[in-house]
């Protein structure tokens, strides 16, 4: 089975963390935390920093690595970073997802994440919890 390299930001703002909804392709509709595939000859971080500026106009800064998720989807395994980023200069301007929202540790909950996102959901809420403190 194929792998996939993705990495994820976790943008973290005022005790809450930026959710996207999937606009295209096999998961539309599904929860995710944006980011994408690592590109040869990028570490992680410039993955991260360049997908964000892609997909919704915005600079960030990556902070933490939170975990790493392995997943397996029908056609290929997941091995997806998760980081948790700040907002640095933009607008979070939704260029490939239909929606996005703000949610603080009790909303994690309140969206279809994919399954691989969901399985980072509560590493995210203690982390969101001990940021807001």
């Not at 194929?2 to 392709?25: F, L, S």
């Not at 944006?34 to 590109?39: A, M, N, R, S």
């Not at 996005?100 to 909950?109: C, F, I």
Request: aromatic share 12%.
């Amino acid at each position: 089975m194929k792998t996939v390299k993705v990495v994820a930001a976790v943008i973290y703002k005022e005790g809450k963390v930026y959710a996207t909804q999937r606009g295209y392709g096999e998961f539309k509709d599904g929860w995710e935390f944006p980011g994408g595939k690592i590109e040869e000859g990028e570490t992680p971080e410039q993955a991260l920093v360049r997908e964000i500026k892609e997909e919704l106009n915005t600079d960030i800064t990556v902070g933490r690595f939170i975990g790493d998720v392995e997943y397996d989807y029908p056609k290929f395994h997941l091995d997806m970073q998760c980081f948790l980023c700040e907002i640095k200069a933009g607008t979070l301007e939704l260029k490939e997802h239909e929606a996005a929202k703000w949610l603080s540790a009790d909303e994690v909950y309140s969206v279809d994440w994919l399954p691989a996102d969901i399985i980072v959901i509560p590493r995210i809420r203690e982390a969101i919890k001990k940021y807001s403190r």
